[in-house]
């Protein structure tokens, strides 16, 4: 059982806008950053954006993310199907005093 | 170019123990906090444990305490777990991560895949 909540799976068509939510409490999202990993079939994760809209060179500004709260967004536009990937949701725990994670969202680009 | 390649995975059985390799290159190893996170089969990602930056913290998860050991050799630029007392979930995919702060986990190595089957 994840301590971020993820919905399991969402899909989109070529051109579209899907958003991927992650919610927390307020010892991880409510207190810390939350950043987002993306993987690709059959590769390993790579960080995607985080709650303050950094993200790695090469990461296309199609990409964003939001936070209110206890809850986190992470927002594609302009879908293409090679965002067809997993998401996850990650953030410190001041609580917990570790990393935690979601239990990652499956997109399908259709 | 910062790179992380993990190695030190394989077949083991029941109760047995491997100790994994993390070889960092490309950065200042010594300047980070380093992770372990691991995937099993078609399931989604578990944070292992984490070292901090000289060493002498490390943190496990509760499913792993007691069994599993972090370390790291900064004079090796390297990054270790040495799981013990194996069990078939934790078979698993097992990367390393280096840890940026409010980046998370900035850079991953490819992962080295720990089968535990009798």
């Known amino acids: 059982q994840s301590v971020l909540t993820q919905p399991p799976s969402t899909s989109g068509t070529p051109g579209q806008r899907v958003t991927i939510s992650c919610s927390g409490s307020s010892s991880n999202i409510g207190s810390n950053a939350v950043n987002w990993y993306q993987q690709l079939p059959g590769t390993a994760p790579k960080r995607l954006i985080n709650s303050d809209n950094q993200r790695p060179s090469g990461v296309p500004d199609r990409f964003s993310a939001s936070k209110s709260g206890t809850s986190a967004s992470l927002a594609i536009s302009g879908l293409q199907f090679e965002d067809e990937a997993d998401y996850y949701c990650a953030a410190w725990d001041d609580i917990l005093s570790n990393w935690v994670l979601g239990g990652g969202t499956k997109l399908t680009v259709l | 170019q910062e790179h992380l390649v993990e190695s030190g995975g394989g077949l083991v059985k029941p109760g047995g123990s491997l100790r994994l390799s993390c070889a960092a290159s490309?950065?200042?190893?010594?300047?980070?906090?380093m992770s372990w996170i691991r995937q099993a089969p078609g399931k989604g990602l578990e944070w292992v444990s984490y070292?901090?930056?000289?060493?002498?913290?490390?943190k496990h998860a509760d499913s792993v305490k007691g069994r599993f050991t972090i370390s790291r050799d900064n004079a090796k630029n390297s990054l270790y777990l040495q799981i013990s007392s194996l069990r078939a979930e934790d078979t698993a995919v097992y990367y390393c991560?280096?840890?940026?702060?409010?980046?998370?986990?900035?850079?991953w190595g490819q992962g080295t895949p720990v089968t535990v089957s009798s």
């Open positions: 991560a280096r840890e940026a702060g409010r980046l998370g986990f900035d850079y």
């Open positions: 490309g950065f200042t190893f010594s300047d980070y906090y």
């Open positions: 070292i901090n930056s000289r060493g002498d913290y490390t």
